[in-house]
């Protein structure tokens, strides 16, 4: 439900864009916000574990949010960055 | 103890009062002192038995005078009611409403069907005197261990003596009154006879072991085998030969019901899931904050209405279109035992390790869990429905296609009228070309595109998404259509009686949505409902054709929080319940 | 039972036939590159997908892409040799969550997984079947996620497996979570955290986070290595119908559907 919300990462996206990044073993600057984390980027299930871990680390109170909730209707990375942002609640800086 | 009625009971009013004094007779299931609370029915589960001091409540409630038609002294006279009256008892315990009452009235129906006048006395006095049936049916192509039926009957002077076995039969060792579909080959290479017999006390009957299952553990299922057992020329139920017609005569009453029924079971299900959530804290992974989880207690009540709107058409159906009712009740019987058992594992991501807690405050969980699936006796129990479905989709190859007679079907669709013809079991088996539920689909699809309000462009769009899935399944049934015959059909139909089904339940839904508007109309005059629900059937059909909108989503949880608080149930009806 | 090697569409379907028609069930596994056609543009494959095509043309991850199509060519042969029908009769749907099936064939179940090279196909007449793989050298330990795998009881039994077993028994418990999450239709839905399994010495069985018993004697559950690198895990739910034995094996699967306007004349 949250696929339009591509634009509204700000700089979740930054954060989101390197622990991807550093997961699919690829540049950073190769990833952009449409990019579908199954389908265009090949991300399975233990590399969403990964992600959800790596963030964690980066956003203490996303262990609050399980995996399940966290990922809900979202299937691009804009989307993810846009829960993300509210989720945590914080402009990333 | 026996049972008298009369006509006011009837009335709508009559109807509501009847269920909330069952409901209030039951009491609350989650009050620890009440003896007929959920710790007590898990208990009994526990011990594969039914709870005595629920039996004794229903005996005193006289729940089966339910079954017996109002002109033999009881008070069915509308199938829509039986299955409200029946959730009661399905919300406390699926083996309950099984053993108490579904049983008996399976095979009841058959004697409505087609018994002599002293038959129908004497099953209604049976009954409402306490008594308990059951009924061993054909078994199905392709069967299972439960559906199993080898007996046979064959001639003798002055009836017929019956032979064989009968592998699972509910209550077997209890029951006062057997119906029994034998295969008499005398009468014919496949034919089929019904007999109604005294219940199993003669030395020529042997119950066999009783079967272990998964769920509804209180109903004592047991085999039965006949050893040259005499039948009199009395125990003839109907024509020698005449059971296959017979049997058809019956299930579009039992198929229609019975699912229905169950809905009470599910409906337990969500208020567990309810009470859950909300006694979570704000930042527990199962509150209600949770995005999933408000997501699958709204799928759920979703999931639901949409149920009960096809069980509300199809018990109507029996009694508004009955040469329709066929195809209606199968829909139902393919379609709510899947429905209804994912939804329940849909809601137990929100439990998480409490769906499995056999006791405690969740405990009804893992009991639904289990008893759902049972109800519906796995594929071999939705087949013969499906075989139905097909039959109507080459019966009639453009399916909802206007017949010149799109009358008024706005009955159909409403739940509380309480108005309605009786049953005439002769109709049920000349099965109409006809579809009026797809053929209310135009006229439906116009005034949702015309509704007004938030949600009137999600209902439209997902009403457009609908029909535009009618107009591809009867371009396949055309194709399928247009080859020629050959000895058997590519398994391809298969997928259209799936399609043909969601597409029906759509079209109820609609219906009901339709024909609830207004000022009183409450929630089912709300086009937030209907859009939730189109587009889950939809997407069911096509994942990506349509999306629920999400403010409606926001909608129907308050409305099954209100449920909650309020005590009522998640249905079309939304009763009162255990107070 | 052990998964069933199949090496491509020219290979015998005969095992698979015969385990579901004995025990009700058969997992299966395959190689990618066994089931990827030449060309993915080729005309035939819109038919042999159905409307997963649609899915398929929104695809941009090569792998991803490969593996999509073979495991639902896979599939579909599989159920078809099983049922008796040809792949292109039966549709594969998706319930609202996900959870792939043959649409309107519910006695026969399937569940799909792949990973790397490797395809999973599980099929069961008796109920439900989920099926997961994994390569069992797969590093999930010290990434953070025992700590969203395992449950308490899990972590201290993981704790307690030498060091250099530990990441595959990490593996294990993993893939049989999936499978049983998958088999319910929930895919990540269910929080891993909230049911575990029993340590890798015992029969497998589903446990509730302090250690009790979570789901009954209808869920079974298996794991196996395959092809010495890859960790396979099956959860199968009986409910007890009578799926297996001769008694089963003689009622059709897919019963020939008379057409009536035969009999009609």
Redesign the interface.
């Known amino acids: 439900m949250d696929d339009n919300a591509t634009t509204s990462g700000g700089t979740a996206l930054a954060v989101l864009v390197e622990e991807a990044a550093r997961i699919l073993g690829r540049p950073p600057g190769r990833l952009e916000p449409g990019q579908h984390l199954q389908h265009d980027l090949g991300f399975d299930s233990v590399m969403l574990l990964q992600l959800k871990g790596r963030l964690e680390a980066r956003f203490p109170v996303l262990r609050e949010v399980s995996l399940p909730d966290l990922l809900l209707g979202v299937h691009t990375l804009g989307a993810l960055a846009g829960r993300l942002e509210r989720t945590t609640g914080l402009p990333v800086a | 103890m026996t049972t008298t009625v009369n006509r006011a009971e009837s009335t709508e009013q009559a109807v509501r009062e009847r269920i909330a004094r069952l409901e209030h007779d039951l009491g609350d299931l989650d009050d620890p002192g009440n003896p007929l609370g959920a710790d007590h029915f898990l208990a009994a589960d526990g011990r594969q038995h039914l709870l005595p001091a629920a039996e004794r409540l229903l005996d005193d409630f006289g729940l089966n005078a339910e079954f017996v038609p109002r002109e033999l002294g009881g008070r069915l006279d509308r199938l829509d009611v039986l299955a409200r009256v029946l959730r009661a008892v399905f919300r406390r315990d699926a083996a309950l409403g099984l053993g108490y009452g579904m049983t008996s009235y399976l095979a009841a129906v058959v004697v409505w069907a087609d018994g002599n006048e002293e038959q129908r006395r004497r099953t209604a006095e049976l009954l409402l005197g306490g008594g308990r049936m059951a009924g061993a049916y054909p078994e199905p192509v392709p069967g299972n261990d439960f559906l199993h039926n080898r007996l046979t009957a064959t001639r003798v002077p002055g009836g017929h003596r019956l032979d064989g076995r009968k592998e699972a039969l509910n209550n077997a060792a209890r029951v006062d009154s057997l119906v029994v579909f034998a295969h008499t080959p005398e009468a014919g290479e496949d034919a089929h006879t019904a007999f109604l017999l005294p219940g199993p006390g003669a030395a020529d009957v042997d119950l066999l072991p009783r079967r272990r299952t998964s769920g509804i553990r209180g109903c004592v299922i047991q085999g039965l085998r006949f050893s040259g057992h005499r039948i009199g020329a009395d125990g003839l139920l109907g024509a020698e030969g005449g059971g296959a017609v017979l049997a058809e005569r019956a299930f579009p009453v039992t198929r229609s019901t019975g699912p229905s029924m169950a809905l009470g079971c599910a409906d337990t299900a969500l208020r567990t899931t309810v009470a859950f959530a909300r006694a979570h804290r704000a930042r527990s992974r199962a509150s209600l904050r949770s995005a999933r989880t408000r997501s699958a207690l709204v799928d759920a009540f979703t999931d639901l209405l949409v149920c009960d709107c096809l069980s509300l058409v199809a018990t109507r159906g029996v009694h508004l279109l009955p040469r329709e009712s066929r195809t209606l009740s199968a829909v139902v019987k393919y379609l709510l035992p899947t429905v209804l058992t994912e939804m329940v594992y849909d809601l137990s991501v929100v439990l998480g390790s409490e769906s499995y807690a056999t006791s405690g405050s969740y405990g009804m969980f893992q009991k639904a869990a289990r008893d759902l699936p049972m109800i519906g006796l796995g594929s071999a129990g939705t087949a013969a429905s499906r075989g139905v479905i097909i039959e109507h989709l080459l019966r009639a190859t453009e399916p909802g296609a206007a017949d010149g007679s799109e009358g008024d079907f706005g009955r159909l669709f409403r739940p509380h009228d309480d108005d309605l013809p009786s049953v005439s079991p002769q109709e049920l088996t000349s099965a109409a070309p006809g579809d009026s539920l797809l053929a209310s689909l135009p006229a439906a699809v116009r005034s949702a595109r015309a509704a007004r309000g938030e949600f009137a462009g999600a209902l439209g769009e997902a009403a457009d998404a609908l029909a535009t899935e009618l107009r591809l399944l009867r371009e396949d049934c055309a194709r399928l259509a247009e080859r020629r015959p050959a000895g058997g059909l590519s398994p391809r139909v298969y997928a259209l009686a799936d399609r043909y089904a969601l597409i029906a339940a759509g079209a109820a839904c609609l219906g009901v949505w339709q024909h609830g508007a207004g000022p009183d109309g409450g929630l089912l005059a709300d086009p937030a409902w209907a859009a939730m629900a189109l587009a889950r059937i939809v997407g069911r059909l096509d994942r990506t054709a349509v999306r629920a909108p999400e403010a409606g989503a926001e909608h129907l949880l308050a409305e099954v929080l209100d449920r909650f608080d309020d005590a009522r149930s998640y249905d079309l009806y939304a009763t009162p319940i255990g107070r | 039972m052990r998964p069933l090697r199949n090496r491509g569409p020219a290979d015998s379907w005969l095992p698979v036939r015969r385990e579901v028609e004995s025990s009700g069930t058969s997992v299966l596994y395959a190689a990618v590159a066994d089931w990827l056609p030449d060309d993915l543009e080729r005309p035939g494959l819109a038919a042999a997908l159905g ?1 997963d095509h ?2 398929l043309l ?4 090569v ?2 892409r490969s593996r999509f199509v073979a495991s639902r060519l896979l599939l579909k042969s599989a159920a078809a040799a099983v ?1 008796g ?1 040809e792949p292109d ?3 594969l ?6 959870r792939p099936h043959l ?5 026969l179940d399937v569940s799909l997984s792949h ?1 790397e090279e490797l395809l999973v196909v599980g099929l069961t ?1 008796n ?1 439900r079947i989920g099926v997961d793989a ?1 390569n069992a050298g ?1 590093r ?1 330990l010290g ?3 025992e700590r ?2 395992c ?1 308490p009881y899990e972590l201290e039994a993981v704790l307690a497996v030498p060091r250099e077993r530990r990441n595959g028994e990490l593996v294990r418990l ?1 893939t049989l979570k ?1 499978a049983y999450s998958k088999a ?8 891993f955290t ?2 575990g399994f029993t340590p890798e010495d015992r029969q497998v069985q ?1 446990l ?2 302090d250690g009790t ?6 869920w079974s559950f298996h794991s196996w290595l395959v092809d010495d690198s890859y960790m396979v895990s099956a959860a199968v739910y009986d ?5 297996r034995g001769p ?2 094996a003689a ?12 009999s009609a004349r």
């Open positions: 409307r649609k899915r929104e695809m941009n991850h792998p991803n049922l029908a009769e039966l549709e749907a998706y319930k609202p969550g996900g649409r309107g064939v519910d006695q990973t007449r109920g994994e797969r999930m990434l953070g996620t969203q795998v449950t993993w999936e319910i239709g929930q895919g990540l839905r269910f929080r909230e049911f589903m509730r986070p018993p979570g789901a009954g004697w209808e409910p007890g119908f009578g799926g008694a089963a009622r059709p699967l897919l019963p020939v559907v008379p057409d009536p306007r035969l």
